[in-house]
């Protein structure tokens, strides 16, 4: 329920300080071989507050909103704030003078307008999809279909002037198959919805029928596929994984807080990291004419929220900011401070990332590879401030004489970011985001990945 009145509570800001009164709702189902294996629903909220004295920041958080509440989180955090500030050093501080301010004054709710459905109802939803797995797909091994929901609500008040409201929801549908090949499992899985309430992002659930029957599909080719061939080769890599690239390899390394931890990203502003047929960006709220799968207006700062154009044509252009670091920088924040319950302090993160689409056809793309490989999906994937990357790769095929051959078996792609994004000779000229996209950097949120296709040269995992 939205918070109302919160300016009423500008009076308690003596000196610089954030008040965050926010709710989260979370629902999850689980159906695994048709079996109920979780069936829950929570709430968490509760209120925050922030404030900076010198150089140094004090955090309180309760989980009571109530106006004595609030006063007594307020006076906390400004309390937290002059002890810390009476303790540091003058090398603990990042910016000893006033913040910059942009602040962010919106009101953005994405709740359905379309009656709610009730727990019953959404589990017959799933046990729908279910049933279909198990009828036109009896030689499964074992499947699982799940449903995760989260609305992320909050009121946000600061001392330099924002004033904002969200409400973002995100619907997602997971379904996994497993069937036994060669005496091994063989599995694979696909992700569907995206931002949104449930009524508003799943209708009818025949209307899924044929993604299930493509992830069969994939999954009977992959059954029978063959293993990659270990070293460097040419790739296609699809929207997913140049969406996971983006974030986990190439995004973490320019957020401010890594850089100034000593990412490779600290000494390449304005010299060339990638081809100059990549641009990539961190979105605010909407990407080339549509809403982004997260957006974000006014960040959990009160900052305006603001694309960050990271990489232009290959050279490094900007990292993500909030106030503190922009401050440091000498640039204006981006908007990119995000929280993910009352109970955290919001840290510099990625919104939307990806690649800008070029003007490639994916067909001819494809075509141009002689001898490699075109990979679709990834399952998990870390990287490190140098850029250096491996991710698992769960549906691919070979690629011979440009035409698509057979399809993978489970494989990894490892490499360099700022090295293998050098190598880069095409972009598709279309884009698709990943509908749900998780970071985990300290507190797990909700993101943003996608892009368009890209070719490339990267090593392959595989078996000799």
Request: negative net charge; aromatic residues 6%; charged residues 20%.
């Amino acid at each position: 329920m939205k918070y109302d009145g919160i300016g009423r509570h500008a009076a308690l800001f003596n000196e610089y300080a954030e008040l965050r009164v926010q709710e989260n709702k979370t629902m999850r189902i689980s159906l695994l071989n048709g079996d109920v294996v979780g069936n829950s629903r929570g709430v968490q909220a509760g209120v925050s507050a922030r404030a900076f004295k010198d150089g140094v920041w004090g955090f309180a958080s309760s989980p009571e909103a109530a106006d004595a509440s609030i006063r007594a989180t307020v006076e906390r955090a400004v309390g937290n704030a002059r002890f810390l500030a009476s303790k540091r050093a003058a090398s603990d501080v990042l910016v000893n003078g006033p913040l910059p301010s942009r602040p962010g004054r919106t009101d953005m709710n994405l709740a359905t307008t379309k009656p709610r459905l009730d727990q019953k109802s959404l589990i017959e939803f799933i046990r729908t999809i279910d049933a279909y797995c198990a009828k036109y797909y009896p030689g499964l091994s074992s499947r699982s279909v799940s449903l995760s929901c989260l609305d992320m609500e909050k009121t946000l008040l600061t001392a330099d002037g924002a004033d904002a409201y969200s409400l973002v929801p995100r619907t997602i549908l997971a379904v996994s198959m497993t069937v036994d090949a060669d005496g091994e499992p063989v599995d694979l899985y696909e992700v569907y919805g995206g931002r949104g309430q449930f009524e508003d992002v799943f209708d009818d659930p025949s209307l899924l029928f044929p993604n299930i029957d493509a992830l069969a599909d994939n999954l009977a080719r992959k059954s029978k596929g063959v293993y990659a061939k270990p070293g460097t080769h040419d790739v296609v890599l699809d929207s997913d994984l140049a969406g996971i690239l983006a974030h986990e390899a190439i995004g973490h390394t320019v957020e401010a807080d890594g850089v100034l931890g000593g990412s490779v990203a600290a000494d390449a502003m304005d010299r060339v990291v990638a081809s100059p047929l990549v641009t990539l960006v961190d979105f605010a709220n909407t990407a080339l004419g549509q809403p982004c799968p997260v957006p974000l207006w006014t960040d959990d700062e009160g900052t305006e929220a603001r694309d960050a154009v990271l990489i232009e044509r290959g050279v490094l252009r900007s990292y993500m900011h909030n106030k503190e670091s922009a401050a440091h920088f000498g640039v204006a924040p981006t908007g990119n401070a995000r929280a993910y319950g009352f109970y955290d302090e919001p840290l510099i993160r990625m919104r939307n990332t990806a690649i800008l689409p070029g003007s490639s056809r994916l067909a001819d793309m494809l075509a141009g590879v002689d001898d490699g490989y075109y990979l679709l999906r990834s399952s998990n994937g870390q990287a490190d401030a140098t850029s250096e990357f491996m991710f698992g790769v769960v549906m691919g095929f070979e690629i011979k004489g440009g035409k698509i051959g057979d399809a993978l078996r489970d494989t990894t792609i490892s490499g360099v970011a700022f090295d293998m994004l050098k190598t880069v000779t095409a972009v598709s000229g279309d884009m698709s985001w990943s509908c749900g996209g998780m970071c985990g950097k300290k507190q797990s949120i909700p993101v943003g990945m996608g892009g368009p296709a890209i070719s490339c040269r990267v090593n392959v995992g595989g078996r000799a």
